[in-house]
Nanobody, 128 residues
Framework: QVQLVESGGGLVQAGGSLRLSCAAS????????MGWFRQAPGKEREFVAT????????DYADSVKGRFTISRDNAKNTVYLQMNSLKPDDTAVYYC?????????????????????WGQGTQVTVSS
């Protein structure tokens, strides 16, 4: 099995920055793609960004494009989400997810159902 642990959330002022980390571990681990999703109170969980593990291809939601950057460290089995120019609308619980099946590309990874494992989330709060 795979375990995902998010960290790096917190409280920041609008315009500030945070970097989230998602560390993957397990007796055996392989991941084809990883993603970040978020859920604000009273709203559906939504896509934020994805990255393929080997190729590093990235995809972003329009709402975060140009402000957020997803990256990964293969040696550490960790994916990051650098969040700059944060807005109050970015306030949400952020979840990372891993897909182990080596198939799919592009916007396919925006779909939540393609992921096999999920972390428990980390709270990001952006004040006005």
């Amino acid at each position: 099995q795979v375990q995902l642990v998010e960290s790096g959330g917190g409280l920041v002022q609008a315009g500030g920055s945070l970097r989230l980390s998602c560390a993957a571990s397990g007796r055996t681990f392989s991941s084809y793609a990883m993603g970040w999703f978020r859920q604000a109170p009273g709203k559906e969980r939504e896509f934020v960004a994805t990255i393929t593990w080997s190729g590093g291809s990235t995809d972003y939601a329009d709402s975060v494009k140009g402000r957020f950057t997803i990256s990964r460290d293969n040696a550490k089995n960790t994916v990051y989400l650098q969040m700059n120019s944060l807005k109050p609308d970015d306030t949400a619980v952020y979840y990372c997810a891993a897909r182990t099946t080596p198939s799919g590309s592009g916007s396919y990874f925006r779909r939540q159902y393609v992921y096999d494992y999920w972390g428990q989330g980390t709270q990001v709060t952006v004040s006005s």
